[in-house]
């Protein structure tokens, strides 16, 4: 039902995305330093919910609005190539680093898993991912397009949190490592935008409409 093509390409984006520095990250890595390793897992932990906030809301409720509205559809994927665009030039400049948080405030448990939450609702990368992206890779002839947009969007939560799960884990780690390594940083910047900006080329010049219900 769900190709092998359509798995690796969202694998692919998925993993591009998760890489580029972004809202998610530089909270991730603010708290794993500043708080530790425990505090990044429950941040974490709010994050992924916010993952299967968005895959369920755009599976049962978006794509009934945009095959409705098929204007707000083209806005909106036009929006989300821009700001991909916008990701590729910021990742070739340098000019975001994740891993040069600010020192923070201490927070609760409650707290650490709401800000995951509210900060992955209002991350426009994972939205872009759910309105723009995952629905390129949705075979309207295979049928079952709701279990198809869900086993996608499963693939991208699955490595959002394997590879945050990791950052926050090694995130001391990895600060101390590209500090005393500018070169190993320049490459990441360079191969993660130019797949972002090829990403943003594709969601512009597809020529789709919004998948039926």
């Given at each position: 039902?769900?190709?092998?093509?359509?798995?690796?390409?969202?694998?692919?984006?998925?993993?591009?995305?998760?890489?580029?520095?972004g809202p998610n990250m530089?909270?991730?890595?603010?708290?794993?330093?500043s708080q530790g390793r425990r505090a990044g897992m429950v941040s974490l932990a709010g994050v992924a919910v916010g993952f299967l906030v968005y895959l369920t809301a755009t599976n049962l409720g978006l794509a009934a609005v945009f095959t409705a509205v098929p204007?707000?559809?083209?806005?909106?994927?036009?929006?989300?190539a821009a700001y991909l665009a916008w990701l590729?030039?910021?990742?070739?400049?340098?000019?975001v680093s994740a891993?040069?948080?600010?020192?923070l405030q201490q927070d609760s448990t409650q707290r650490l898993f709401t800000m995951g939450l509210v900060t992955n609702l209002l991350n426009p990368k994972i939205?872009?991912?759910y309105i723009s992206v995952i629905p390129q890779f949705v075979d309207p002839a295979s049928g079952r397009l709701l279990l198809q947009g869900f086993t996608l969007g499963g693939v991208q939560i699955a490595v959002a949190v394997a590879v945050n799960l990791a950052?926050?884990?090694?995130?001391?780690?990895?600060?101390?490592?590209?500090?005393?390594?500018?070169?190993?940083?320049?490459?990441?910047?360079?191969?993660?935008?130019?797949?972002?900006?090829?990403?943003?080329v594709r969601v512009a010049t597809d020529g789709g409409k919004p998948l039926p219900v």
């Open positions: 039902m769900v190709s092998y093509s359509a798995v690796f390409g969202v694998f692919a984006v998925a993993l591009a995305l998760v890489l580029t520095p530089i909270y991730l890595v603010s708290r794993s330093i204007a707000l559809y083209t806005v909106v994927k036009l929006a989300g590729a030039v910021q990742a070739l400049r340098g000019s891993f040069e948080p600010a020192e939205a872009i991912m950052i926050v884990v090694l995130a001391g780690s990895i600060a101390r490592f590209l500090a005393v390594r500018p070169t190993w940083l320049k490459m990441q910047r360079y191969l993660m935008g130019t797949v972002l900006g090829l990403l943003a």
